[in-house]
């Protein structure tokens, strides 16, 4: 794991777009995989410039998303492909009918997890999937207590995280209950991982998922086990980590071999 601590949100989000970009320059059909909330805004700021300077092209591109509310229709303001096309795909060169968000009206939900699961499948699996960290160290809509193992699933949402989203809707009764999200293990199954997090609020649940017991009472935790994670962070999330400097000492010695992200 490579932990990459930035002075603010903005470098932190600068570095984390050039890791996407140097994975698209290397693969024109890049299977991207995507989350929401305000962590990764800056990345897909970052990204829709570059898309502007026709540095990087979203054309062959596929993405699929972590997670949607579940019963809460697409075209509503804080539904998370209303948010994705808010935030990205209105600026990007992307085919729309290629980027899947989790289908938050779907009937058969059982049916509609293992339809999600086996179209990732039939790409080829995920390149790369962009992650945030929640309030209670969740990733996607993972509470604490899913299995590790799990696979795209419905899930009940923590009562925290209803309070840490409210903040998005008009009023707390209006944030929906329950959600649908790819599972813990749908996310480790992804060839490469890129979390983001920012502000002091992370600080501790991010030292807690980098450096903690793997636990799925701390779902992120779960990428530890993964090969292959970039995290990028800025100075207030990185603060509460005990092996800081030797993620800094790290980054010094790759850059002065080279190696870049
Ligand atoms: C929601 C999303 C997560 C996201 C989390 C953190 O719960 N389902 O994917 O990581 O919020 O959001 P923020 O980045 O706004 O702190």
Do not use: W
């Not at 060839?191 to 017991?213: C, D, S, W, Y």
């Not at 009472?217 to 292959?228: D, E, F, Y």
Request: aromatic share 8%; glycine share 6%; hydrophobic share 40%.
């Amino acid at each position: 794991m490579r932990v990459i601590i930035k002075d603010n949100y903005e470098e932190m989000s600068k570095a984390a777009a050039q890791l996407v970009k140097n994975r698209i320059l290397n693969k024109n059909n890049l299977i991207l995989g995507l989350a929401t909330g305000s962590s990764p805004i800056g990345l897909y700021k970052e990204l829709i410039k570059m898309c502007e300077k026709k540095e990087i092209s979203f054309k062959k591109m596929k993405t699929f998303n972590l997670d949607e509310y579940y019963e809460l229709n697409p075209d509503h303001p804080q539904s998370y492909r209303y948010f994705m096309n808010i935030n990205l795909f209105d600026y990007i060169d992307i085919n729309k009918k290629e980027t899947y968000v989790p289908d938050g009206l779907a009937k058969d939900v059982d049916k509609f997890c293992s339809d999600y699961e086996k179209k990732i499948k039939s790409e080829d699996g995920i390149d790369l999937q962009v992650i945030g960290i929640g309030g209670d160290g969740h990733i996607g809509f993972n509470e604490p207590g899913t299995s590790l193992a799990s696979r795209t699933h419905l899930v009940i949402l923590d009562e925290q995280t209803i309070k840490d989203n409210a903040r998005f809707f008009n009023s707390i009764d209006e944030v929906p209950k329950s959600a649908i999200t790819m599972g813990v293990g749908t996310v480790l199954d992804t060839k490469e991982i890129l979390l983001v997090a920012n502000g002091i609020k992370k600080a501790k649940i991010v030292a807690q998922a980098l450096e903690g017991p793997i636990t799925s009472m701390v779902t992120c935790s779960a990428i530890q086990l993964h090969p292959k994670v970039t995290v990028f962070l800025d100075k207030e999330a990185a603060s509460e980590l005990k092996r800081l400097s030797y993620y800094n000492f790290v980054e010094k010695q790759l850059a002065n071999m080279n190696i870049s992200l």
